[in-house]
């Protein structure tokens, strides 16, 4: 969900100009009879309320298991990073590329 919730916060003035189906901020606006701001502000309460389940639930019972858990929460980790400031997966700006810059090709200093 968190990664869906990102990727509309990020995506949807684009998409919806290209012509793409209304996504969760459009659907929660026809539902609520909100404006677009309060509905940004819902799904960003939305993502916020699936983070506390998802830390919430860190216990592991094995190795296999904890990996299998870093991996569905490193997903949405992922997804909140690329979309936080737009579309950082479609349309790519210099904020996006620089903190892959970051992780993937600059060295790690100590």
């Known amino acids: 969900m968190i990664v869906r919730l990102c990727d509309d916060l990020g995506t949807s003035k684009d998409e919806l ?5 209304p996504k969760s901020i459009e659907c929660h606006m026809h539902e609520s009879g909100v404006s677009e701001d309060a509905a940004r502000e819902h ?12 830390n919430g639930d860190r216990s592991f019972t094995s190795r296999f298991e904890e990996n299998l858990k870093m991996i569905a929460i490193n997903i949405p980790r992922m997804a909140q990073c690329v979309y936080q400031y737009g579309d950082g997966y479609g349309k790519p700006n210099g904020i996006i590329e620089d903190r892959i810059r970051s992780l993937l090709i600059e060295p790690i200093l100590l």
Not at 17 to 21: A, K, Q, S
Not at 43 to 54: F, H, P, S, T
């Open 17 to 21: 100009r290209r012509g793409d189906v």
């Open 43 to 54: 799904i960003r309460r939305l993502i916020r309320g699936n983070w506390k389940a998802i």
